[in-house]
């Protein structure tokens, strides 16, 4: 079942630029940028433990889930383990991309982050994902955290 993070926090040793938890008007609590983030750079490693992709879709159930796909075979749960990249919420005009190398999630910034701004990354959920409306606030939102195209 989906485990609700109950005190999110971020965790030092996964950060490259200081990172707080408020609340967000997007959703719960958002992660913001406490200091300028230049573009194209890793901001935030998304942790947390690895399970099967059969456990994921075990615990893929309930408002809250923190599951992150690394591979066919692999998905990290922020539930347990997370770094506070986990609180991160949708937008359909991210300011980070998530990118995977060598077994490990790395949300990078697609553009400068102004202190103070909301970090937000498309979930790019599969179609046949069921999934809440998206209610980022984004000029054009798309109405859906499904995958386009």
């Not at 406490?34 to 942790?47: F, G, S």
């Not at 990118?99 to 909301?118: D, F, T």
Request: with cysteine; charged share 25%; net charge positive.
């Amino acid at each position: 079942m989906g485990k609700l993070v109950e005190s999110p926090r971020i965790d030092p040793r996964y950060v490259c630029f200081k990172l707080a938890i408020k609340p967000s008007k997007i959703h719960r609590f958002g992660v913001y940028a406490e200091q300028r983030i230049p573009a194209n750079r890793k901001v935030i490693e998304y942790t947390g433990e690895r399970i099967s992709n059969r456990e994921a879709n075990r615990r893929d159930w309930g408002e809250y889930t923190y599951l992150f796909e690394v591979n066919r075979y692999w998905t990290l749960d922020g539930a347990v383990g997370g770094s506070g990249a986990e609180i991160i919420n949708h937008s359909c005009e991210p300011n980070l991309v998530a990118r995977v190398m060598k077994g490990h999630i790395l949300y990078m910034s697609l553009r400068p982050i102004k202190r103070g701004e909301e970090l937000t990354v498309n979930y790019n959920f599969a179609k046949d994902t069921e999934v809440p409306p998206c209610c980022c606030g984004a000029k054009n939102c798309r109405g859906t955290m499904v995958r386009q195209g």
